[in-house]
């Protein structure tokens, strides 16, 4: 039998709850041109008892212990037979055409320098983007463009940043790339893989069209020492592996001035000691950073004027009020007849028409 075109990787650890909703909208897809791997971090939910019992053809793979991110899906990549492999969180859902209409512009532009990113939505407020792509700012604090409404959202371009919640990459360009850092455990290391892909001449384009639902930070959570570490400590890796001295000097200032907020914000929050943990983690990870960092820029096609190019600019000080301003209640903003129908308990797993 020929390879599939997709092979659909999920990764899951403790997410049995969310698997119904995710597997589901995958094997309702119009497109079968696919494999679905599952990946499975050693969760104690019964999660592989049901995808055995439910979703049989699926091929499971039980890691011994949970590997995070990175490594979980560095293990599923290796047993993937597709030419694209399709990273989808097990907090999504996805619109019945998403794969057929990836696989229209895949079949235009055939080429293992190529990511597709399909446009996520908000699962409780599916008018609203939960991410179109991500963005990166100069002194290191990468963001998802969101809030936006999905209508504004049209249009097949390039952007810069690929968020792994629900990306396809070339198959041989993640073998290229080694796929994800693996030390980088969780957080950020989908902003490593698409700064690493650029960097030897990849493309990284949004599909509006293809439409994901989005829960967001279902597994993780929002709020926890555990994020705010990998976060903190991933962050510093990411420019000290990915950044031009160049870049690194000229916003040292600001990153200096974001860590004095950083500390403010996060020992307000009772995570004195996750910040600290995070500091000594990152300076310990400087050598072998400085190593892959060497690697990555011997190998590079582009020089530090390109490099800032793909870096959102921003005042600084207007943007660092958004640390310590509370955040917008999509509420707020949402037509009044969606939130007539959220108030009166009716379905929001629906995707806009």
């Given at each position: 039998?020929?390879?599939?075109?997709?092979?659909?990787?999920?990764?899951?650890?403790?997410?049995?709850?969310?698997?119904?909703?995710?597997?589901?909208?995958?094997?309702?897809?119009?497109?079968?041109?696919?494999?679905?791997?599952?990946?499975?971090?050693?969760?104690?939910?019964?999660?592989?008892?049901?995808?055995?019992?439910?979703?049989?053809?699926?091929?499971?793979?039980?890691?011994?212990?949970?590997?995070?991110?990175?490594?979980?899906?560095?293990?599923?990549?290796?047993?993937?037979?597709?030419?694209?492999?399709?990273?989808?969180?097990?907090?999504?859902?996805?619109?019945?055409?998403?794969?057929?209409?990836?696989?229209?512009?895949?079949?235009?532009?055939?080429?293992?320098?190529?990511?597709?990113?399909?446009?996520?939505?908000?699962?409780?407020?599916?008018?609203?983007?939960?991410?179109?792509g991500d963005m990166l700012y100069p002194w290191g604090y990468a963001y998802k463009y969101e809030n936006e409404s999905a209508s504004e959202f049209s249009e097949f371009?390039?952007?810069?940043?690929?968020?792994?919640?629900?990306?396809?990459?070339?198959?041989?360009?993640?073998?290229?790339?080694?796929?994800?850092?693996?030390?980088?455990?969780?957080?950020?290391?989908?902003?490593?893989?698409?700064?690493?892909?650029?960097?030897?001449?990849?493309?990284?384009?949004?599909?509006?069209?293809?439409?994901?639902?989005?829960?967001?930070?279902?597994?993780?959570?929002?709020?926890?020492?555990?994020?705010?570490?990998?976060?903190?400590?991933?962050?510093?890796?990411?420019?000290?592996?990915?950044?031009?001295?160049?870049?690194?000097?000229?916003?040292?200032?600001?990153?200096?001035?974001?860590?004095?907020?950083?500390?403010?914000?996060?020992?307000?929050?009772?995570?004195?000691?996750?910040?600290?943990?995070?500091?000594?983690?990152?300076?310990?990870?400087?050598?072998?950073?400085?190593?892959?960092?060497?690697?990555?820029?011997?190998?590079?096609?582009?020089?530090?004027?390109?490099?800032?190019?793909?870096?959102?600019?921003?005042?600084?000080?207007?943007?660092?009020?958004?640390?310590?301003?509370?955040?917008?209640?999509?509420?707020?903003?949402?037509?009044?007849?969606?939130?007539?129908?959220?108030?009166?308990?009716?379905?929001?797993?629906?995707?806009?028409?």
């Amino acid at each position: 039998m020929k390879n599939p075109l997709f092979s659909i990787l999920v990764l899951n650890y403790n997410g049995k709850h969310l698997l119904p909703d995710c597997l589901n909208s995958i094997s309702n897809q119009n497109f079968n041109d696919y494999e679905l791997v599952i990946i499975d971090n050693n969760s104690g939910d019964g999660s592989t008892t049901y995808i055995r019992e439910n979703f049989p053809k699926a091929k499971l793979m039980e890691n011994p212990e949970n590997f995070g991110f990175a490594k979980g899906n560095n293990a599923g990549i290796k047993v993937c037979k597709g030419e694209w492999i399709f990273f989808l969180n097990n907090d999504t859902v996805l619109e019945q055409d998403c794969l057929e209409l990836l696989f229209k512009h895949i079949e235009n532009r055939k080429s293992e320098q190529l990511v597709f990113v399909p446009l996520m939505l908000k699962a409780d407020f599916p008018e609203y983007v939960d991410s179109a792509g991500d963005m990166l700012y100069p002194w290191g604090y990468a963001y998802k463009y969101e809030n936006e409404s999905a209508s504004e959202f049209s249009e097949f371009k390039e952007i810069n940043f690929a968020c792994c919640g629900a990306a396809v990459f070339n198959r041989e360009l993640l073998e290229k790339l080694n796929g994800f850092d693996e030390d980088f455990f969780l957080y950020y290391e989908d902003i490593d893989l698409s700064l690493r892909a650029k960097r030897l001449g990849a493309k990284i384009f949004l599909v509006p069209q293809a439409k994901v639902l989005h829960k967001g930070s279902a597994t993780v959570g929002k709020k926890n020492s555990h994020r705010l570490y990998y976060i903190e400590r991933n962050r510093f890796w990411t420019k000290l592996k990915n950044f031009p001295f160049s870049t690194l000097l000229k916003y040292a200032p600001h990153s200096f001035i974001c860590s004095l907020f950083s500390l403010a914000i996060w020992t307000k929050r009772g995570f004195l000691g996750s910040w600290l943990k995070s500091r000594f983690a990152m300076m310990f990870g400087i050598p072998k950073m400085l190593r892959k960092r060497r690697k990555i820029f011997a190998e590079s096609k582009i020089n530090a004027k390109e490099f800032e190019k793909w870096l959102r600019k921003e005042k600084f000080f207007k943007w660092l009020r958004t640390l310590v301003s509370p955040p917008i209640n999509i509420k707020r903003r949402i037509a009044p007849d969606i939130e007539n129908q959220i108030q009166n308990g009716n379905s929001v797993f629906k995707f806009p028409k």
